[in-house]
């Protein structure tokens, strides 16, 4: 049990003192300003109150016993859970009273006051990695979040959930929204990610179509022989091949923001952060497939009738199969197409850069494995040259 004692600081010319209330803990002193000053008369050092006999006195002396019972709520708090609070910590939760000591109420309330910034798929895989971190521990005290944790929680989602190191990567950057903003609101002292190591993955190459099995695939929808429901979701998978769309950015794709030539829109997981207009100008194939879906309508989103995602995912897998595709084809292998075949076709990271609507040229250079065929075969030129 902690010995609180009162004490004053820092006399001034009119003789009053400001108030403390002082404690030891881990051997280190605290002391809490009581944010007032009172005569050095009016104070009793020996009992640790002010006199009865100041004018203020009732009031005073409570704001003291509040001061007193709140350092002790914050002890008592960790001695349940046989838990030791740093100094550092103590600090943290002494100045968030009646907050939040629990990450996970943290996170909810940070939702309520932000989500409405973020896109609707943004909010759900906030929601997913939360979930992950629940699942591994709940209840979760900003007291143990330290680098050790989160390198226990990177191994349970490696080994235990069968992550791959992109997926924790993003998982774990999701997570660090709210980490920081609990450090912004000093309910940490730092972010302990940052002191992390995370085995590389930025060199990871997107899962792309080759020519010929996009060719296979138009072959495939050009036929017209696949049931109503994989037809669909054929015409719309090439759609994102030909236009460079991610699913969720097709499936919102408006008809005001189609014109003859282009495409301008603005994509969801920025519309409400950094919105900014991306132009993709049209391809044939991208107008043929658009026209279909319009058809004589003004206004309403492009696609409308579609199954949803993951349905989607589950047809192209079986349409790959039909084709003789054998790599792991989704929604998401549609972009990497367009940008894939771009590129081989243009050498241009910066072009591409702009219609892939990416906020920095580091995001684009996922795709620049595709230059290294070139710069391989370009090399050989010199192989002419006989020494």
């Known amino acids: 049990m902690a010995t609180f004692n009162v004490i004053l600081r820092g006399k001034n010319k009119k003789g009053e003192a400001s108030v403390y209330v002082s404690f030891y803990l ?20 020996k009992k640790g109150v002010i006199k009865n006999s100041y ?12 001061i007193k019972a709140r350092a002790n709520d914050i002890l008592v708090k960790y001695r ?16 968030n009273p009646g907050n939040f000591s629990e990450f996970f109420a943290f996170a909810k309330n940070y939702q309520i006051l932000r989500f409405k910034e973020l896109a609707e798929g943004t909010q759900r895989h906030h929601r997913s990695c939360l979930k992950l971190l629940s699942d591994f521990k709940s209840p979760l005290y900003f007291d143990e979040l330290t680098p050790d944790f989160f390198r226990k ?39 302990p990610l940052k002191e992390v190591k995370m085995r590389g993955c930025n060199d990871t190459k997107a899962e792309a179509l080759t020519r010929d099995e996009l060719t296979r695939l138009v072959e495939l929808y050009n036929r017209n022989t696949c049931e109503e429901k994989l037809q669909q979701s054929l015409e719309f998978f090439l759609f994102m091949c030909f236009s460079s769309l991610h699913i969720g950015d097709a499936r919102e794709l408006m008809i005001d ?14 519309r409400n952060i950094m919105p900014k207009i991306t132009r993709v100008p049209l391809s044939d194939p991208a107008k043929y497939i658009l026209n279909r879906w319009i058809g004589g309508r003004n206004k309403g989103k492009v696609f409308k009738g579609l199954r949803n995602n993951c349905l989607i995912n589950k047809d192209l897998k079986v349409l790959a199969a039909m ?10 292998t549609g972009r990497h197409t367009f940008a894939t075949l771009f590129l081989s076709e243009t050498k241009d990271l910066n072009s591409l850069k702009d219609i892939l609507g990416h906020s920095s040229l580091k995001h684009t250079m996922v795709y620049a494995h595709v230059l290294d065929a070139d710069k391989v075969s370009g090399v050989s030129t010199f192989n002419n040259f006989k020494l």
Do not use: M, W
């Open 257 to 270: 923001q189609v014109s003859d030539k282009e495409i301008a829109y603005v994509r969801q997981k920025l």
């Open 80 to 95: 349940l859970r046989n838990k030791e609070v740093s100094p550092g910590q103590f600090k943290i939760e002494y100045r």
């Open 323 to 332: 084709v003789g595709i054998t790599r792991n084809v989704s929604a998401k």
């Open 153 to 191: 929680f990177i191994l349970y989602l490696r080994k235990d959930r069968g992550n791959c190191e992109v997926t924790i990567n993003k998982t774990l950057k999701s997570i660090s929204v709210y980490i920081n903003e609990a450090v912004r609101d000093e309910y940490l002292p730092r972010n």
């Open 55 to 66: 004018e203020f006195a009732e009031d005073k002396n409570l704001i003291l016993q509040d």
């Open 26 to 45: 881990q051997s280190h002193k605290i002391e809490i300003p009581a944010r007032f000053t009172i005569p050095v008369t009016a104070f009793d050092k």
